[in-house]
Structures are given as C-alpha cells and as structure tokens.
C-alpha cells in the first residue's frame, strides 16, 4: 500500500480513539494497528477481556462450545441446560448442513433445553436433567450419544452434571459428554472452544467407547477437522482430498457422528481448517498418539493448490501425484471463474471482520479475483492468530482485535471500501450505509466457498454484492 494509505490509516485510528475517555482509549490503543511487513506479528493485543459501556460482537463461552464445536455432530443429541434463552439463541443459527432424517438419526436443528425455573435455581436442576435425559431417550431412542452444554446458572448454582452424566450413561449404555461451558467463562467464545475439545478429549477419545474401537486403518487415512460445513463448505473440501487418493475418515464437526471422532486417532494426518476452534484438540492427538497435524485453506484457487501439495507432501508419490492431477483438473473452472468476474471486481477495496479462520484465509480469495483487503480483524483472536496474519496481509493494512460496533462505523465512513465482510450484527447497519455487504460467517445463505466450486459461487456472490445497481439508489436515513 502507498504511503499516503498508512498514513490515512493511522489518523483514522488517532481520529477513533479521540472519541474515548482516556482510560478508555489507552486500552484501545493496544487492539488498534497499522500492519508493518516484516514484523513476527500485526502488533495488536488480543484475547482479552472486551471493554466495557461499548457494543462488543464477540459470544460466550456457551456459544463457542454448543454454537461450534459440538452442535454439528449430527447424531448426538446437544442438551442446552439452563434457561430457554440460550438454546433457542443458538438454535439452527448456523448453516451447518449434514445428511440426515431430524429427529431419527439426525438432531443438529432441533432444541433441547431442561428449561430452568426459578425453582431450579433455588433447588438445583440436577433431578430435572436426569429426567430429562430420560425423555430424551424414549422419545429419540437412535442417538448415539448425548451431550450437556452448561450455562451460566449451572456453574453458578454448582450442579453436578458430571455425576448425572456419569450414572446416566451406564444406565442407557451410551456415551454422555458433560461441558462446562457457562458463558461467563473466559473473555469471549474461544474458551468455549478450548472447553469443547478438552470434553472430547476426556469424554470421547478417552472415554470406554473409544477404548473398544475398532478401525481397519490405511495409510491413506485423514480426518478434517475444525470444518463446520458452513452451506456444505467440507463436502467441498472432501471431494478434493478424496480425488487425490486420500480417505477421509472423519470430519468434525460439520456434518460429523461420535464414531467419527472415535475414530479420529486412527488417522494418518490430522487437517484443520479453523485453527482458533481446534487447535487444542489436534495438539493433544499429535503429544498422544504421534499424528501430525497441518493447517490448510481451501478459499480460492491460489491457496487451493498450494494447500493439496502440503498435504501431499506428507504422503508418498502417489498422492503427490494425486494432487496435481486435482488441480490441473479444475484449472479451466479457475480460469474461466477469474475471466468471468476478475474485470468486474479488480480494484475493489475488502474490509473484513470476522471470527476464526477467515478474517485471514479469505484473503487469497479476494486477491484471486483482484481485489484488495483493506482490513481485517478477529472477533476472538489470539496472538497466534495474528502471527499467522502477516501471511496474508500487506504493508499498510488496516488492523483491528474485538473491534467495537463504533470503530468498525468509523473505520468504514473513513477507509470507503466497496465491500465489507462481517457478521448478521454488521450486515444491515451497512446496508443502511449504502455499503456492500457480504455476511463472511455463514455466508449469506449461500455457499459453499470452499474448494474449486466453492470459489465459484464466492465470485459471484461477491459480484453480486458489490456490482449491484441498488446501491447507487441507496442514501443513509440520516443523510436524506
């Protein structure tokens, strides 16, 4: 970026702060930063606790754990206990698609929550979810597991979910995973994540079902994991791993069954596509049972390709061979993708706000079309993620950690992107702007965006978005 853009960038944040109380703003400061290329990371603190008096767009710890990691695996039944509130906030509220009949085999988009009273409060609520486990099993006699998503009361009140959870699952001889996951753990959702996959590790991998396991292994096997099949964003992934002569064992959570993750362990290599949600667990597989893991991004062709060979390069030949044969197979849906929409969008300025993986991975798909990230953020990052950053990003980029709904306006008002890319809280306080929009969570009710096809539908989504005559038509209320 042109010096006259740092500079712009940097008053822009000296402009923001301005508005803050001094204390305020010597906090904010930290969050704040203009990328310099060469440094380890993009200079901004993360993962701490969010200010307070400002809208913050972060979740719970709750969220992380029922919303992400575990909601998705689609044969378990996920138990929101505690009050209504939390289950049907989180009820559905992602697109994680799966293959399945609800209510036989299949539970992701239905809502189970013990309901608590003030009662319960008082006396406690684990009788109620004892029977509720109860009714669980006679009215869904075909799930293959359950598990208790805490909120807040609970471990507030100090119900002992672990004990019910425990005589349960010897008396219906099923796998039965207890979470403490109350949101007011942590700073934000990612403890939640952290929480989830410690109850897998204990829980599932750990657990007596997964020591009588049985598993006919080949050297070929791998599991994806931290992939939510967001508008079926793994079926896409997995097409490509299997048409290079891998077997994809397991894919959590996105579409995912207990087996799977039982069986998990079993694998060759370990592939994670949302660092920030998994990271933990797949660590804890590489310290305990030797297999490696590798961070791969399937968002556009650029990163497609370079992501199959560092797979491959963990196989042998034939999966080396294997994934030049993906890519020149779908090297003419590039071509023509890029020939289609690459004059339409060329130029274009992204600002980008979002939670695990994407605020960096759709970077190359962007840059893929011509377009330019003008900034991006995390929701929930951690100084890791940040590192991870500044392989994507350029000199002079915008950078922003738990961006605040009033910096996020501002930066806007000032930086003029012709696309943001944030969540359902940010989408229609743009549009009011008469700024393109392109809700990067669950995409829209579109997808998938990764993979080959995925990247398809992401050009024209992104087109669609940005070239539309409406927003010529378009004036903010307060500017008529």
């Known amino acids: 970026m042109t010096t ?40 901004v603190k993360s993962n701490i606790k969010s200010l307070p008096g400002v809208m913050t767009i972060r979740g719970c710890a709750y969220a992380g754990s029922k919303g992400v990691v575990w909601g998705p695996i689609k044969d378990m039944i996920h138990i929101s206990h505690g009050p209504v509130g939390c289950g049907q906030y989180s009820w559905a509220s992602r697109r994680n698609y799966f293959i399945g009949v609800t209510g036989v085999n299949a539970f992701g988009t239905m809502q189970f929550t013990s309901d608590f009273q003030e009662k319960d409060i008082v006396f406690g609520g684990d009788k109620k979810l004892d029977k509720l486990m109860d009714e669980v099993e006679a009215l869904f006699p075909l799930n293959n597991g359950l ?75 791998v599991a994806i994991i931290g992939d939510y099949n967001i508008g079926g964003d793994a079926w896409s992934s997995r097409i490509l791993l299997e048409e290079m002569g891998l077997r994809v064992i397991a894919q959590w959570s996105g579409d995912g069954t207990l087996k799977e993750m039982e069986a998990t362990p079993k694998a060759k290599l370990n592939l994670i596509h949302c660092y920030r949600s998994m990271n933990y667990i797949s660590r804890y597989m590489e310290e305990k049972y030797g297999i490696p893991w590798h961070e791969y991004n399937f968002f556009g062709p650029t990163k497609i390709a370079e992501s199959l060979r560092a797979i491959a390069a963990h196989f042998d030949d034939k999966i080396m061979e294997g994934a030049e044969r993906v890519i020149a197979k779908y090297q003419p849906l590039t071509d023509a993708v890029i020939a289609k929409y690459k004059s339409r969008l060329e130029g274009k300025t992204v600002m980008l706000y979002v939670g695990g993986l994407r605020p960096r991975h759709v970077v190359g798909a962007y840059e893929d079309l011509g377009m330019e990230i003008a900034g991006t953020g995390y929701e929930f990052g951690h100084n890791d993620d940040y590192q991870r950053t500044t392989h994507y990003v350029k000199d002079g980029t915008l950078i922003y950690d738990d961006v605040t709904a009033f910096e996020l306006e501002k930066f806007v008002e ?63 209320p307060w500017k008529s």
Not at 459 to 468: C, E, G, L, T, V
Request: aromatic share 8%; proline share 5%.
């Open 4 to 43: 006259d853009v740092k500079a712009r960038n940097k008053e822009v944040i000296e402009e923001v702060l301005a508005a803050y109380p001094e204390k305020s703003a010597k906090k904010r400061v930290k969050h704040l930063n203009v990328h310099e290329e060469g440094k380890p990371d993009c200079g």
């Open 147 to 221: 598990s208790v998503q805490s909120e807040c009361p609970i471990g507030l009140i100090g119900d002992d979910i672990e004990a019910v959870s425990k005589k349960k699952a010897k008396q219906i001889n099923k796998t039965i995973v207890p979470v403490r996951c109350e949101g007011f753990r942590g700073v934000s959702q990612s403890l939640g994540h952290h929480i989830a996959n410690d109850a897998v590790r204990d829980w599932v991998l750990e657990g007596s079902a997964a020591k009588t396991r049985e598993f006919e292994g080949t050297p070929y096997d």
């Open 414 to 476: 000032k930086v003029k992107p012709d696309l943001v890319g944030s969540g359902i809280k940010e989408k229609y306080v743009f549009q009011k702007m008469g700024v393109p929009f392109r809700q990067m969570h669950s995409w829209d009710y579109s997808g998938p965006y990764h993979g080959y096809d995925g990247f398809a539908i992401f050009a024209r989504d992104m087109d669609m978005a940005i070239n539309s005559p409406v927003w010529s038509k378009t004036k903010a």
